[in-house]
């Protein structure tokens, strides 16, 4: 049931991120996902690490860092369009989950 659980959580992820929710709602959270499939925050949460050995939130925000990877735009452009309001938010979750910044990131990259 987990497995269909996490199944149901990316694709409302991936949604998320392909429609304009992002502009209009910022940032995606946990409640938002959880009131997409009917459970408490909490218990979401719960079921979403015992499945991954991740956070929901920690697995929104490798989302997060995954999504503009090998693109051609500035870093607050980037920022701005996952839905930060500030771009030095974005640097540090990027930095914190990847290791580097991501003008690091694209200078290994080119």
Do not use: W
């Amino acid at each position: 049931m987990n497995s269909d659980l996490l199944s149901k959580f990316e694709f409302h992820l991936n949604s998320y991120f392909n429609s304009e929710k992002l502009q209009e709602l910022g940032l995606p959270v946990v409640s938002y996902f959880s009131d997409q499939l009917n459970l408490s925050s909490n218990y979401f949460s719960d079921l979403i690490k015992k499945e991954t050995s991740s956070s929901a939130n920690e697995h929104i925000q490798l989302k997060l860092i995954k999504k503009p990877k090998g693109s051609n735009n500035t870093v607050s452009e980037i920022a701005y369009e996952l839905g930060f309001e500030h771009p030095p938010y974005f640097t540090r979750l990027f930095k914190k989950r990847t290791g580097v910044t991501p003008i690091e990131f694209c200078q290994s990259v080119n």
